[in-house]
């Protein structure tokens, strides 16, 4: 089974569109992430929840809108998508902060 | 401000010698600290750990070193083969405030055969 899982893992659309990432985990933990990796790999975080409770958001454009439906799933919709979007996005949980494990990637290319 | 930097953006060893991948963070107050490795088109993933009251840790093949003096941060991989090829990062989490991990740019360690 995987830990963490996300969905789709290849995301290519128009400038202008909204798309949606799916993440779900099987491992109990009780906060989520989005992060967001460049195309120099930098990785920094987007947003977390704890107990579908946002707790951090990083100063992310608000086209960018996560989702909790529950502790096990967090979702990431992106509104008008921009040229600038085209990253990959990682999803990953923690138990507090242990057991960080994270997702293997969606790849957003925005043309 | 919170921010983790690597020494170098990339390294190439031979296989079989060991490797050192330096990091140096900024954030007094950072209590824990992890190594991920990620290898093409997938996430990163966990290699080791470090809290604050601790210098050294081992693992299989892996040491990371804590140096709180000067806010340095080292992993070591001894014997380094074709599969160690791939990125590395080390990622650090404040002791106050909301959980969350800051990232290091990462180094990307090449093993010539």
């Known amino acids: 089974d995987t830990a963490v899982s996300q969905t789709p893992k290849y995301l290519v659309t128009q400038m202008g569109n909204d798309k949606s990432i799916k993440c779900e985990q099987n491992l109990g933990h009780d906060t989520m992430y989005w992060y967001k990796q460049d195309s120099k790999k930098f990785l920094k975080i987007m947003f977390s929840y704890n107990n579908k409770e946002l707790i951090i958001n990083e100063t992310v454009p608000n086209r960018f809108s996560p989702k909790s439906p529950d502790k096990a799933h967090l979702n990431l919709h992106i509104n008008s998508l921009e040229l600038g979007d085209s990253a990959v996005y990682f999803c990953?949980?923690?138990?507090?902060?242990?057991?960080?494990?994270f997702g293997s990637g969606t790849r957003l290319t925005v043309v | 401000g919170e921010s983790v930097g690597l020494h170098l953006p990339t390294l190439s060893v031979q296989e079989g010698d060991n490797s050192i991948i330096n990091c140096a963070y900024s954030n007094s107050a950072s209590d824990y600290f992890i190594w991920y490795k990620q290898e093409s088109g997938k996430g990163p993933q966990f290699i080791i750990d470090i809290r604050s009251n601790m210098d050294k840790r081992q693992g299989q093949r892996v040491t990371v070193l804590l140096n709180k003096t000067v806010k340095h941060l080292s992993l070591q991989i001894a014997a380094t083969q074709p599969g160690d090829s791939a990125v590395y990062f080390c990622?650090?989490?404040?002791?106050?405030?909301?959980?969350?991990?800051?990232f290091g740019q990462g180094t990307r360690l090449t093993i010539n055969p």
């Open positions: 990953a949980s923690s138990q507090g902060s242990n057991g960080y494990t």
């Open positions: 990622a650090e989490t404040p002791r106050t405030g909301a959980q969350k991990l800051v």
